[in-house]
Structure formats: structure tokens, C-alpha cells
């Protein structure tokens, strides 16, 4: 089964700043890669998919690049209410695995 | 809008069953696939498989087979995970979630709100 990786595990970033987390396949999944972000105590939300696809509704501070194995989730100017854990998952085929998780937090 | 409402809250003890209902509404049914994922308190997702509301077919993820069966009832628009066998180690939110485009391979999106299940003697 190919492995889904994130890092960093989490981070910490101030108000307005740049955050990059970054998502690595074991094996090529094309661009079948998907971006969530999960709020305490809340139910996941997609935001982003087809690698770079923003979901509607999502602000357009979120983007996603990459394909193959290498994928990145970028949050321009955080905002408060990004304080989330982001996961990446493949969905490719079956097992649509995701990654561990990135908890982002604001200083 | 499509909507996703599951099952309340479980509580079980080991050994037993439990059985969680998806309801969904707003859109045709039987025309995308379900996938089931589950969260451990303070752990990340794990996907657990997936039903097709058409034709029943079903698609486990190995750590789950022998122990999980997916079915759906078309007439009420409603998918059933069944984890059999519980442990403690089961305990967690499980989420149904809906795939676009008719195809089992695709994001999720919507989800619904969870239901907590709690294995504990």
C-alpha cells in the first residue's frame, strides 16, 4: 500500500505569515491527492482537491500544488480561525489512506 | 443541500456489535459512493471502505475485513457500517462521507457529523 507522509507534525506561526505543509506519497498518485482541514471539536472539511482544485468556498488564502509524490498545502496571511489539523489523503484507489496530520496553530 | 446525519452516540462492550446509520438527503442516492472513516480520541482519520448505494458492492480496507460489512437500505436513502467483534481500541468517531462523481475514487466531501462509539466493560 503506498504511505502518505506529512510535515511538519505541527507548527506554530504568527498572524499574517506564509504556512507550508508539505505531503509526500510513497509512490506516484498522480494528482489524486486531497487537502482537509479539521477544527477542534468540528468534522473534517475539504479544501482542496485534484491537488490544487480549491473547493468552493474555501478562501483563496489556501492553495495546493504538486503531483506525483510531492504535494504542498499553502496558507497565505493566517488567520485565527485557521487554527486547524490539515490532512492530506490519496484517492487514487483503494486504500484512500490518509496522512498523519499537521496541527497549525496561531502565536 | 446534500446532507449526510448519522446515528447517535454508542456505548459497547467488548465483544459486541454495533451498527451505524448515514442518512442522506438532497441528492440521488443511489448515484455516489460512501466511504466510512473513523478517528481514535486525539489520533488521525483512517479510512475504513466503501459502499456502492447502487449495486451494494463494497470495498474494506484489509485491517477491517472479517469484521466490517457495509450495506444500505436504497428505500430510505440510508448506509449502515456494522463493526463487529468490538474492542477498546475501537473506540472512536466514526464519519460516513460522500464521493463526487459517481466513482469510488474521489474526494469527500460532504461528511457527516459523526458518531461517537465507545467500547468499554
Known amino acids: 500500500d503506498i504511505q502518505m507522509t506529512q510535515s511538519p507534525s505541527s507548527l506554530s506561526a504568527s498572524v499574517g505569515d506564509r504556512v507550508t505543509i508539505t505531503c509526500r506519497a510513497s509512490?506516484?498518485?498522480?494528482?489524486?491527492l486531497a487537502w482537509y482541514h479539521q477544527k477542534p471539536g468540528q468534522v473534517p472539511k475539504l479544501l482542496i482537491y485534484a491537488a490544487s482544485t480549491l473547493q468552493s468556498g474555501v478562501p483563496s488564502r489556501f492553495s495546493g500544488s504538486g503531483s506525483g509524490t510531492d504535494f504542498t498545502l499553502t496558507i497565505r496571511n493566517l488567520q485565527p480561525e485557521d487554527v486547524a489539523t490539515y490532512y492530506c489523503q490519496k484517492y487514487d484507489s483503494a486504500p484512500f489512506t490518509f496522512g498523519p496530520g499537521t496541527k497549525v496553530d496561531v502565536k | 443541500q446534500v446532507q449526510l446525519v448519522q446515528s447517535g452516540a454508542e456505548v459497547k462492550k467488548p465483544g459486541a456489535s454495533v451498527k451505524v446509520s448515514c442518512k442522506a438527503s438532497g441528492y440521488t442516492f443511489t448515484g455516489y459512493y460512501m466511504h466510512w472513516v473513523r478517528q481514535a480520541p486525539g489520533q488521525g482519520l483512517e479510512w475504513m471502505g466503501w459502499i456502492n448505494p447502487n449495486s451494494g458492492g463494497t470495498k474494506y480496507a484489509q485491517k477491517f475485513q472479517g469484521r466490517v460489512t457495509m450495506t444500505r437500505d436504497t428505500s430510505i436513502s440510508t448506509a449502515y457500517m456494522e463493526l463487529s467483534r468490538l474492542r477498546s481500541d475501537d473506540t472512536a468517531v466514526y464519519y460516513c462521507a460522500r464521493v463526487e462523481d459517481g466513482f469510488p475514487s474521489g474526494w469527500f466531501d460532504p461528511w457527516g457529523q459523526g458518531t461517537l462509539v465507545s467500547v468499554s466493560s
Open positions: 509512490q506516484g498518485i498522480s494528482n489524486s
